[in-house]
């Protein structure tokens, strides 16, 4: 089940990272009607559903290749079941026109996502299995790092920087 | 894990002839700035092939036993022959380890000088170790799993990436 996503077009061109609405009321439950119908829309573009496709098919990929202890022949953990949730979770609730993520697990079982451009402009967050984001990355001469929370949506800190890397590819 | 990988590079010695070390080993001279220290590469996921780079997934480390610590392994490749640095990057990676795809490359100086650039006081030694044989540790890999991260591509950003063909 899809969750419901209010579009909002940021002023660099990008689409906002989904909303979840909690309210009760009459009027809240017609939002979300709208924001599915919006979300449902998106869907269905091309482009969307190939980016959540590919990076939800390279998460399987990845936690086929990391089912077990020492996958790498080097001592790795074999992927943390709560960390593969929390990453397809991740996945289906990034921004719109978000480019697909290289998905990979850690040594440590967490769940890694990257966008690596080239070498002036990676950026990659590691996912654990009890939602904790930790993020790095190099945009230019800027450098970036720090850690969040992820519960029903991408943090604000983290989806700005996504936009900051995105829109340099644009 | 070194200890097995120890292990196996000795018996291997034994099979070759003798437990008498490499002439390369017997001679090792300390590390210094341009000795050249390798990652050696098991998936495609550690390199971009078409832009022909190494990237931070290379660089990742990982909690050693015996360290009791955070650190990166790498073997220094200094006087080796291209086939006897092929050896021992399939040895290292170990029959569970998958195919050797290459290896990512840097002086001794070069990891040493991280991340002085950016945060303008040196982070890590790499320090020669007898075992398992060539064995570099490098550490302290004492931050947050975010910085790790960075320092990960700190490294990445200044590798050699050496495919094999």
Known sequence: MMPAVPARLLTDGLLSPPVISRGLSGESEALREQSRQIRLH?????????????????????????SSANWDGEGARAIDPAAYAAAKRFILTLPSTALAPSVSVDRDGEVDLAWDF???????????G?????????????????????????PASVSNLLSAYFARRR | MRFLRALAIFFRRILRGGDR??????????????????????????????????????????????EKA?????????????????????????PK???????????????????????????????????PVRHVTVSPWDDGKEIRKLHSMDLAKVATLRLLD
């Open chain 1, 118 to 128: 080239d070498r002036d402009q990676v950026f990659s967050i590691s996912i654990s």
């Open chain 2, 21 to 66: 070390p490499p002439a390369d080993q017997a001679t090792d001279p300390p590390l210094d700035g341009c000795t050249l220290c390798a990652r050696f590469l098991n998936s495609e996921k550690k390199y971009n092939k078409v832009q022909g780079r190494a990237n931070y997934k290379a660089f990742e480390p990982s909690y050693d036993d015996e």
């Open chain 1, 42 to 66: 998106l869907w269905q573009s091309i482009s969307v559903r190939d980016t959540v496709d590919l990076a939800l098919a390279d998460l399987e990929k990845a936690r086929r290749d990391a």
């Open chain 1, 130 to 154: 009890t939602r904790r984001l930790a993020y790095a990355g190099i945009l230019g001469q800027e450098r970036h790092s720090g850690s969040a929370q992820f519960i029903d949506e991408i």
């Open chain 2, 70 to 94: 955070i650190v990166l392994s790498m073997y220094r490749l200094d006087g080796m022959t291209e086939p006897a640095i092929v050896e021992m990057g399939r040895t290292v990676l170990g």
């Open chain 2, 97 to 131: 380890g998958g195919r050797l795809h290459g290896r990512a490359e840097l002086p001794a100086g070069e990891i040493e000088k991280l991340p002085s650039d950016v945060v303008a006081a040196k982070k890590f030694r790499a320090r020669f170790d007898k075992t």
